[in-house]
C-alpha cells in the first residue's frame, strides 16, 4: 500500500522512529545475517537503510550513514562480519531487487 491511504502514515514519528532504532540495534546483534541475504530474502539490506536515511535528510555523508547503521564505519563491520557471497546468493538477490520496483 502506497500513497495517501496508506495507514502508517498515522503511526506517531515518535513510535516509527523507536521501531526503527530497535530494527537497526537488532541488525547490529545479527552479523550471521549477512548483507547479501538480506537482499536476497526482502530485498534491503544494511547499506539501504543508510541510504533511506540520507533520503530522508540525513545531513552526514554515504560513510557517515552507514557507520550510524553499522554501529562502526562500513568497512570495519565487513572485515569483521562480510563473508564471501556465493553464486546462489547474489543469484537470489537479483531475483529479489526485480521485485522492489526500480527502488530499494
Known amino acids: 500500500m502506497n500513497g495517501m ?29 549477512q548483507n547479501i541475504d ?3 530474502l526482502a530485498g534491503f539490506c544494511r ?3 543508510a541510504d533511506w536515511i540520507i533520503d530522508a535528510g540525513f545531513e552526514g555523508d554515504k560513510a557517515q550513514a552507514r557507520e550510524l547503521i553499522h554501529g562502526m564505519p562500513a568497512g570495519e563491520w ?3 562480519f562480510q563473508t564471501e557471497a556465493t553464486p546462489e546468493q ?3 538477490m537479483e531475483e529479489s531487487l526485480k521485485k522492489n520496483g526500480g527502488t530499494h
Open 5 to 33: 491511504n496508506d495507514t502508517l502514515d498515522t503511526l506517531d514519528d515518535a513510535k516509527a522512529a523507536a521501531a526503527f532504532r530497535r530494527l537497526v540495534r537488532h541488525l547490529r546483534k545479527r552479523h550471521d545475517a
Open 38 to 40: 538480506l537482499m536476497g
Open 47 to 49: 547499506n539501504c537503510l
Open 78 to 80: 565487513k572485515d569483521k
Open 90 to 92: 547474489l543469484a537470489r
